[in-house]
């Protein structure tokens, strides 16, 4: 027996309704594979997982920290702000924002705010794990909210070289486009700390400008020939240098150069530059290996002494440069270009510098930098939190500080004359502490290690301890005790274990199945449902389980997206369908004679019936099957297909039939499809409903009534005609043009169901719509339809009735509102007629010259191909086209019988015309979309008889623009349009004199 799992809602069983865990804000989790999934941060125990729900299941997955790359998280409505009086640099880059509120041999205690508007805690610090104190740009705790960005935000911020070129991401900025760019204007203090992180996948090839304007900024250093200070101390070249506007060189202007500093890769090193005329300020940071990497950088900024600073975010100084005594005008932006290769940007904080040393300290002694400039060095040995006064005792043998200080005081307490004296510093006064070395890096206390960054600027690296109550405790060797923060405040998280090494290859993945919705990317594994989620109303029979997970999770039965089994191919180029389209041949005349002309009838020559060929169908909602077409009526279609289950479509279900699949040429030019797509304005009560290609490729509009095995009838303006089915390739259903009052696309709207809609895309081609009722794993031993061994989605559809799809033999399926996404993209589905314009008549009053503003004078004229009207002279059964016309002077008037002004203008149009016959001058009267006896009636009552060409399909107004009438269009012998004028009027006939006038006299343009 196979095993079948349903999706079953249990309504007749009692059940506690199911509790869902606590939520947290919306979010974006990335797996270290590149997978994404926007949704939610829910609580959970195990330390080792992050329970994330997306918003296509309805239960969260568990990720364990090791698969998991990034979790970012919206930021809150206000700004939020640093509080505090200092910045505490921690070890590995780790900093906490706060005031000092006791010291003591082992531990600094600060007081530190870290969820929202909730009170300050206090956190004990190692003292191994400070490695310095800053003090807040305003020295009493108080910052403004334009001198802090904390990012990369939206790529919506940023000013990219080529929008396409970027993707913004789990909190990153990212690109793999040669030569792009993006620029932000960051604020930058004229004083600032600029933290940032960059990372790479397949090689470094980088540029990042400290202090650009929008309008200047170059990564011209190409131009210079380089040397950098190899490994074994002895120069080394590592680039040649370029000539400007040498093949490869820069290519920016002398007026966008500018002195910005910059962070660069040269040579397969990344240095610090900054450019001037003739030479380059250039210091080496580190060398890069080959691959994947990640580089973290302070960079100290200061635009008064034209100074950078580069250090680790351990405080270990890797450069400084710069040249005092010049003024260089800066801006206060940010720009990233990569070159090649690959780039990332994951982190960028700015924040003012109080423009202290970050680095440089005596010996194995901590130094206190004053105000005043002054430093003192020495152990920290006591805090008098009543009195606001640090205790600092230098080594024996060393002064207290570079020189005398008056807010440095002896102590008054008792000390051995034989030990150095501690110095008394007021808090208030201290700029920065900088403390040497430190202890060796400390691992993090069990468990998976993550960098958490909140809003306000606090990072610290620990082990997960879980999320409870949506706070994420965390436990880090920086802090005594467990860190416990708010989601609401989190940034960012970032798995510590999965970054990548220098020179390390990319890891291989596997990429399918992969699920795809509007805001997640999954690659995983499709199962079955089970009984225990049934309870659960909104939950499909279809199980996820992403790569990484620990579980799988129901579908939700109104998901939208696709599922790829494999990848989709490149889309064929344009080939031409059979044969080139024969010479025309002489056409009959009326009606039934056309018909037979363009559908190569020849009744009196009988000859063998030719092998009938497997027919395609193809369904308004998409499908695509093949099948044998028994006979169409007026109910709808009679068919047989291995894919279905019912053996009749009705009419407004089915888009098109191929009867003949292989050597059609149905090309056409798009001004042949807008005239078949044109519902002339006498046929809006009477549209076509069908259009059918010939064999030969031609087109016929009319309403099919039945087709059997042999001939086809057909209905075109109320006269019938049959045809041999053998001639007819295709029969396209035509849509009605959109009625406002009936809403749009009502007829097309999916009924709504309590289970999954899908579309399976076989690998054939054939594409299925239904409902699906279960994941079917078929048994090997059951060969029932072949498909032995297979698992199957069954279920139903609102045609074909039962559907049964091998999983296997799927390259993608669509589900929910992708479905009609995709259908609208068939080629089928486009086939909607439209209603000519009805144009207005023009207001009875002073011809308008639109000659000056018209778009299309000066243009060639559009081509136009019309009949020719019967009555006036004898047009010997020829077609009106403007390109016999070139040469002479064509006029064009545009009119139709209701229209007052136009039978007013069209005698005089009809009189200027024979004054200038004899120079070549012609005048054909359009009439838009009238029958015969509207026209004969018009022109008994003008007794006038001009060449009339008849607009049946409203097309040659289109083309024209005619948007009032009467029109009138002055076609120059060059064949390009000279005049344009709407409307009649007294001065109408002077200024329509004039114009023909003006292009007799032009000469020609051959």
């Given amino acids: 027996m196979p095993r079948i799992l349903r999706c079953l809602l249990l309504t007749t069983l009692s059940s506690a309704p199911v509790a869902l865990a606590a939520a947290g804000p919306t979010g974006v989790l990335t797996l270290s594979g ?55 640099e921690l070890s590995g880059g780790d900093v906490v924002v706060g005031d000092l509120v006791d010291l003591s041999p082992e531990w600094f205690t600060v007081s530190a705010t870290l969820n929202g508007a909730d009170p300050p805690q206090q956190l004990r610090i190692p003292r191994g794990r400070v490695r310095g104190l800053v003090r807040a740009a305003q020295g009493d705790g108080g910052q403004n909210a334009n ?82 200070q190899g490994g074994d101390g002895k120069p080394k070249k590592v680039q040649e ?99 090649e290769g690959d780039i990332r940007l994951d982190r960028l904080a700015v924040s003012p510098w109080n423009g202290a040393p970050p680095a440089s300290v005596r010996g194995d002694q901590p130094r206190v930098t004053l105000k005043s400039g002054e430093s003192v060095h020495g152990e920290l040995t006591g805090y008098r939190p009543e009195q606001g006064r640090l205790l600092v005792t230098p080594a024996a043998d060393e002064p207290a500080s570079d020189e005398s200080d008056n807010d440095a005081e002896a102590s008054e307490d008792e000390v051995d004359p034989t030990e150095p004296q501690a110095t008394e510093v007021a808090l208030d006064e201290v700029v920065s502490i900088v403390f040497p070395g430190g202890d060796s890096e400390e691992a993090a206390p069990g468990g998976a290690v993550l960098s958490v960054n909140l809003h306000n600027g606090l990072r610290i690296t620990g082990a997960a301890r879980g999320v409870e109550q949506e706070r994420l405790r965390i436990a880090s060797p920086n802090l005594d005790e467990e860190l416990v ?53 909104d939950a499909s029979c279809l199980m996820w389980r992403p790569e990484g997970s620990r579980n799988a999770a129901p579908l939700l039965d109104n998901v939208s997206g696709r599922l790829l089994f494999r990848e989709p191919p ?71 297909s291995p894919y279905s289950n019912s053996d009749f479509a ?30 002339p304005r006498v046929r809006e009560n009477d549209p076509p409903t069908h259009l059918l290609v010939s064999t030969k490729g031609d087109y016929l509009r009319c309403r099919l009534r039945s087709l059997t095995d042999e001939h086809a009838v057909v209905e075109v303006r109320l006269e019938e005609a049959t045809l041999e089915r053998s001639r007819i390739a295709r029969i396209i259903w035509l849509d009605p043009p959109d009625n406002p009052s009936d809403g749009a696309d009502a007829q097309d709207a999916p009924p709504q169901r309590d289970r999954p809609r899908v579309q399976a895309v076989q690998r054939d081609g054939v594409r299925l719509t239904f409902y699906l009722d279960r994941l079917e794993e078929q048994p090997a031993a059951d060969n029932q339809r072949g498909k032995g061994g297979q698992t199957l989605l069954i279920g139903e559809s609102d045609v074909l009735a039962a559907c049964s799809v091998a999983v296997d033999s799927i390259d993608m399926l669509l589900l929910g509102d992708r479905i009609e996404q995709a259908r609208a993209e068939l080629s089928y589905q486009r086939w909607k007629m439209q209603n000519a314009p009805a144009p207005r008549d023009a207001a009875d009053s002073e011809a308008g010259d639109a000659s000056t503003n018209f778009p299309l004078v000066g243009q060639p004229a559009p081509p136009l191909k019309l009949p020719f009207y019967s009555v006036g002279a004898d047009q010997g059964g020829k077609e009106f ?78 083309r024209y623009q005619v948007s009032g009438i009467p029109q009138t269009v002055v076609i120059g012998r060059d064949g390009r349009v000279a005049n344009v004028f709407v409307g009649g009027g007294a001065q109408y006939e002077a200024r329509l004199r004039a114009a023909i006038e003006a292009a007799v006299a032009a000469e020609d343009v051959e």
Avoid at 190 to 200: G, Q
């Fill in 241 to 339: 240098a370029q000539p400007l506007n040498a093949p490869g060189a820069p290519a920016e202007s002398k007026q966008d150069q500018t002195e910005a500093f910059r962070i660069e890769t040269v040579g397969g090193h990344l240095v610090a530059v900054q450019e001037s005329a003739p030479a380059a300020d250039l210091a080496p940071l580190r060398e890069l290996a080959p691959g994947a990497g990640r580089v973290q950088l302070r960079l100290y900024l200061d635009q008064t002494a034209n100074r950078l600073t580069v250090t680790t975010p351990a405080g270990e100084q890797l450069a400084e440069l710069g040249v005092g005594g010049r003024t260089v005008r800066f801006g206060s932006g940010i720009k990233l270009t990569n070159r």
């Fill in 147 to 228: 001198e802090f960005y904390i990012g990369p935000d939206q790529l919506s911020a940023w000013d990219p070289s080529d929008e396409g070129d970027w993707q913004y991401a789990v909190g990153g900025l990212s690109t793999s486009a040669s030569h792009a760019s993006a620029s932000r204007d960051v604020k930058l203090p004229v004083r600032a700390l600029i933290e940032v992180e960059l990372s790479w996948k397949r090689g470094a090839d980088f540029s990042l400008e400290l202090g650009v304007t929008k309008q200047a900024a170059s990564t011209a250093l190409g131009i210079f020939e380089v040397w950098i």
């Fill in 34 to 88: 590149g997978d994404y999934y926007q949704g939610e941060w829910l609580d959970g125990g195990d330390p080792g997982v992050i329970r994330w729900r997306p918003g296509f299941v309805g239960e969260p997955f568990e990720f364990g920290w090791e698969s998991v790359a990034y979790a970012t998280l919206p930021p809150p409505r206000d700004a939020v702000l640093p509080r505090g009086a200092f910045r505490f």
């Fill in 570 to 640: 490149p889309k064929p180029t344009t080939q031409a369908m059979g044969a080139a389209a024969p010479a025309p041949q002489q056409r009959q005349r009326g009606v039934l004679g056309a018909i037979a002309s363009v559908f190569s009838f020849q009744p009196a020559e009988p000859s063998a019936a030719p092998e009938r060929q497997d027919a395609v169908m193809y369904l308004r909602v998409g499908d695509k099957l093949p099948c044998t077409v028994n006979r169409i009526d007026d109910e709808g279609v009679h068919f047989s």
């Fill in 650 to 679: 009705p009419h407004n279900r089915v888009k098109a039939i191929e009867l003949v699949t292989d050597g059609v040429d149905g090309r056409m030019t798009s001004a042949q499809r807008d005239k078949l797509l044109t519902l």
């Fill in 485 to 537: 923060v708010s989601l609401a405040d989190v940034r960012a998280v970032r798995s510590a274990s999965i970054l990548p090494e220098d020179g390390a290859p990319a890891a291989k993945r596997k990429s399918l199945p992969r699920l795809e919705t509007d805001d997640s990317r999954s690659v995983g594994v499709l199962s079955a449902g089970t009984e225990d989620h049934a309870d659960r109303g």
């Fill in 881 to 958: 086209q403007i390109e016999d016309y070139r040469g002479e002077v064509l006029v064009l008037d545009f009119w139709a019988s209701w229209c007052g002004p136009c039978m007013q203008v069209m005698p005089v149009v009809d009189q200027v015309g024979e004054d200038f016959a004899d120079r070549g001058v012609k005048v054909v009267a359009v009439n838009l979309q009238e029958g015969a006896e509207e026209i004969t009636a018009a022109l008994d009552r003008l007794q006038l008889k001009p060449h009339i060409a008849l607009d049946r399909d409203g097309v040659a107004a289109q």
